[in-house]
């Protein structure tokens, strides 16, 4: 099994910052791709970031110039740094990680989801 635990979701002025991170933990063997979603109240969820286990990152159109994408691999982390924040973030913010597992003798994909963080960015 594979876990992700978000983290760093608050209540936030327009303007301000907030840093989410995710961590994976369980029998992970490599982990390729790490994303972040957000899902506004009344909305369907929507894709936001994505970074690959070479780092390049990339952004939906609305979030670019003020969220960055990281990841720590020795830490099996990924973190959205989200500048000027804006009332339009508001939402749940959920991370999703594809890899390999490894369990034992056998090597399987997964690909796993957190709870999600509440980011609420007031006016």
């Known amino acids: 099994q594979v876990q992700l635990v978000e983290s760093g979701g608050g209540l936030v002025e327009a303007g301000g910052s907030l840093r989410l991170s995710c961590v994976a933990s369980g029998d992970i063997f490599s982990i390729a791709r790490m994303y972040w979603y957000r899902q506004a109240p009344g909305k369907k969820r929507e894709w936001v970031a994505g970074t690959s286990n070479s780092g390049s990152a990339t952004y939906e159109d609305s979030v670019k110039g003020r969220f960055t994408i990281s990841r720590d691999n020795a830490k099996n982390t990924v973190y959205l740094q989200m500048n000027n924040l804006k009332p339009e973030d508001t939402g749940v913010y959920f991370c999703?990680?594809?890899?390999?597992?490894?369990?034992?003798?056998?090597?399987?994909?997964?690909?796993?989801w957190g709870q999600g963080t509440q980011v609420t960015v007031s006016s």
């Open positions: 999703n990680v594809d890899g390999i597992r490894h369990n034992g003798h056998k090597y399987q994909d997964f690909d796993a």
